[in-house]
């Protein structure tokens, strides 16, 4: 390996880098979102909307991101729908994670015993009063680990951003061993970003999820 | 214009070429799937070893395959294995390889946490029966862990298969690349062709994952209500 | 008596409840006037819980009528937020919030629904706590304290939105013996106030003590309705007989066992 090639190659990978994390953001914010309105929607059982939930969450399961993508990317522009990279990337993404989030989300939903949102009408909570001092809280301890294995999946899965066009951290590695044959260097690097990003958040994660365990909450 | 490119779609070989790479993907899958289960099982006692140098080991392992994206592995074992080792490998078994190489991994996992689940008692009343080592795995162990692993164990199954998409981007020709040949040979006669081959492609991953995390769900429900 | 003079806040007026095709509480009516305490006795499955569920709407109902202080509680969706605010509940499990300290457990009600100062309602939450004696675990959380103590602050939490009537649902059925006195106590200290209360329970000696008037209750139906003197010394349908007679032991005699 030769470290003057890695140096000279470090801010295209941090460039990538950064691509990675923005859009990873904004791609597992817009996912909790999506997965928390979802999962509340199942967990009232609202009529009709929430077979649309179970459908869509069906489909996202199971296809790839990469099929969605070329679906989002390549397919929809036939009918007129036409999206940027960037925003093709987050959508998928978001559909992708809604999902993932939802099942998160719901599992800790359904963990809280009914009769706790009873006594929460019981002192004259109303309902979006109960969702927000009693279910949500709740809900989000239970769900906390799921959620963050989540966060991490996603963040693997922006790894394939680089067909819908992004000049991700795949896009570089794969150019500079497709025109400069700098194979070791490039996936050195590659496999070096990676730890960079994900290392410290799963350590992170592995802590908050000991502590929480120490806290389990029973009643 | 949606009619013709239809159309495309029974063109010639084009529904059959179609298959043909979906089983290309089916066939990576199985392939590494069975694979794992079997090394899985050996990676999982082995992750319960006495010696801790081994347990250290196995974590590392672990934890690398597991923080690293998918496509990174095939990337290293694809680019990497045939540049320092001069080892030539197919796209094909680069990808078998890889998938193998993770499946093991997290089914490993999978059967240790299975295995630790058990609670120590059904090891005690097992032994309070005069069963001997060998009969207390065989019996009463092994039967209860894998009916704890078995949904989770699906699930990881689906999640493999959708991850062989990935192959197309190291040059497999699977269901993803014969699509876009399709697309390709058809870009200026029938450019709608690129909605319905995807749409195709994303309904045949759908039909294949969606059968097991529906079996995946159904057993987990009836293993949570047997215990 | 003195108590009938008193109006009357809480009327049930031929209460019907189904599940399905089960019925579970069948013409059920029931008055209860200020500052009486009433016990529900019956065996379980008899309908005293969901009686006690219906009173504050958590429960659907199919026919006749519950009236609070003149409210029809069944009648309005939006109302019933008000009439929960003026009946106070307790649960046989607790139900604190366990993600909320006991403190901001009990301020919880009076804080977000009463919109009450937040000052004026800590200071009564403090000392309602004292009362209790549960003064050292202001800021703890549900999870470090003992069954007897969650009960506690339970009633608590339920007393500090200043209820007019308290519905206690077998308070103590899952608590350790030795903790039952403790929150049977606390009950009785309310009751000397003149708090009004429905009370389920299995406790004899307690619902003796306590209840002004005993009702009696099986398969949806009122059996009895009566003083404590009467029911207990000599209740008058069989089923109350049969169903007081499960609750004492006779002797195993040396001559009945059987030699092995």
Known sequence: MDLNVIQQYIPLYVEAAILTVRLAFFGILGATVVGLMCSLIQYYHFPILHRFVNGYVELSRNTPLLIQLFFLYFGLPKIGIVMQSETCAIVGLIFLGGSYMTEAFRSGFEAIPKIQEESGLCIGLKKWQVIIYILLPQAFLVSLPAFLANVIFLIKETSVFSVVALADLMYVAKDLIGLYYETEEALFLLVVSYLIILLPISILFTLVERRLKHVAIGN | MWQSAIDVLFQGRNAIRLLEGLWVTIRIALISIALSILLGMLFGFLMKSERRLVRFLCKIYLEFIRIMPQLVLLFLVYFGLARTLQLNLSGESASILVFTLWGTAEMGDLFRGALESIPKHQYESGMALGFTNRQLYVQVILPQTIRRLLPQAMNLVTRMIKTTSLVVLIGVVEVVKVGQQIIEATRLTTPGTALVVYSVIFFLYFMICYPITRIAKRLEQSVEGGS | ?260
Request: aromatic share 6%.
């Open chain 3, 1 to 260: 008596m003195k108590i009938n003079q008193k109006e009357i806040i809480l009327e049930i007026d031929h209460l019907e409840k189904q599940y399905e095709e089960r019925k579970i509480l069948n013409q059920v009516s029931l008055q209860v006037k200020k500052g009486e305490v009433i016990v529900i006795l019956g065996p379980s499955g008899c309908g005293k819980s969901t009686l006690l569920r219906c009173v504050n709407g958590l429960e659907e109902i199919q026919g006749g009528l519950v009236s609070f202080n003149g409210w029809n509680v069944h009648d309005n969706k939006n109302k019933i937020y008000e009439v929960r605010q003026k009946i106070g509940m307790v649960f046989q499990s607790y139900e604190l919030f366990p993600h909320l300290t006991i403190l901001q457990n009990v301020m919880l009600g009076p804080t977000k629904v009463q919109h009450r100062n937040k000052e004026e309602v800590k200071k009564e939450a403090i000392q309602l706590l004292e009362r209790v004696g549960l003064s050292e675990k202001v800021n703890a959380y549900p999870r470090q304290l003992s069954g007897g103590q969650r009960q506690r602050v339970a009633i608590v939490r339920a007393l500090c939105m200043k209820p007019e009537i308290m519905l206690l649902d077998e308070i103590t059925a899952a608590l350790d013996p030795e903790m039952v006195r403790e929150v049977l106590d606390v009950v009785l200290e309310l009751a000397k106030q003149g708090i009004t209360m429905v009370i389920v329970t299995h406790e004899m000696a307690f619902a003796k003590a306590i209840a002004d008037r005993i009702v009696f209750m099986d398969e949806g139906v009122i059996l009895e309705e009566t003083t404590p003197e009467q029911f207990f010394s000599n209740p008058s349908t069989d089923r109350a007989r049969r169903f007081l007679s499960g609750f004492s032991y006779e002797k195993v005699k040396e001559e009945e066992k059987v030699a092995i």
